[in-house]
């Protein structure tokens, strides 16, 4: 299945474009609201069925304190807990197109990286209302979530946690600023070996924890390297995914060392410097973006004391 969500969150470009639960009163109608398409979607009244296509759309809706509007989403929409319970309508590039049918919703929320343009498109031609999100950065995390404000009449939940979440992103920021910044990669596949480049999420979750991006000077957004370029790299730090926070991660850190005998010399490897960090929390451009920045930074900087003076409470 990891291989699967690294695939998704790699290739299924949708056509190449490169948890509050306070009630809140009434505030002005979201009609309309641009999508990342340019679509300008109309609003008379906020939706009560939607369906999330995608994990970090579903985590929005939960933190904008919403689940129970929630009436469908994919078997990859795994959090909060309460998401997993929520009617499957498919894995994100396969869709159940009569099971969304059946569940008559106000509003579909479709990604441009993850979701396919042909179901984008079945969608329109039912006649059901869709609106695409492009997260693909903080800037676009903050928008969408916005954007989910105002179709949902959430607007000052959704700007009091953009503004929370922005002044946590300037602190990390200004903290790893005064820190070392090691070289790292980011591995998102070994077979072959795929790392994330500059135009990504990954990119800029690793720069504004104080790491260098090796990879940054590539024209790829994921490109592939060779197991000898790797070596001409040497990164202090290698990052990549595990299953689960239950024990397995260890073992994939073992397999780098035993698979790649030759990267035994790597400054990564020779320090135990390789991070094995949960999928779910590091490859959504979602609300959970602040979580995974600090703690990508206290595992880099892992004198708590020492790195966490810099940080403003």
Known sequence: MKLKLVCIFIFASFWALSCGKNAENPQKSANPVKDDLGEVVPFNEPPQKIISLAPNLTEMIYSLGLGSRLVGNTLYCTYPPEARN?????????????????????????????????????????????????????????????????????????????????????????????????????????????????????????TSAGLSNIAGDSPQNYPVYSREEILKRNPDYMIMTGTSMSGSFKKESEMIKNSYPEWKSLNAVRNNDILVVDPDLYLRPGPRFIQALKDLFFKIHPHPQEAGKYLHP
């Open 86 to 206: 929520v009617t499957k309508v498919g894995d994100m590039l396969t869709i159940d197109f009569e099971k969304i049918i059946s569940l008559k919703p106000d509003l579909i929320l479709i990604t441009v990286e993850g979701n396919a343009k042909d179901s984008y498109i079945k969608l329109k031609n039912l006649g059901l209302k869709v609106f695409v999100s492009n997260p693909r950065n903080f800037d676009g995390i903050k928008k969408t979530y916005s954007d989910l404000g105002r179709i949902f009449m959430k607007t000052h939940q959704a700007d009091s946690s953009i503004n929370f979440w922005q002044a946590q992103f300037d602190s990390v920021r200004q903290a790893a600023n005064r820190l070392p910044h090691p070289q790292a990669l980011f591995f998102v596949g070994f077979n072959p070996i795929m790392v994330a480049g500059e135009n990504t999420f990954v990119n800029e979750l690793m």
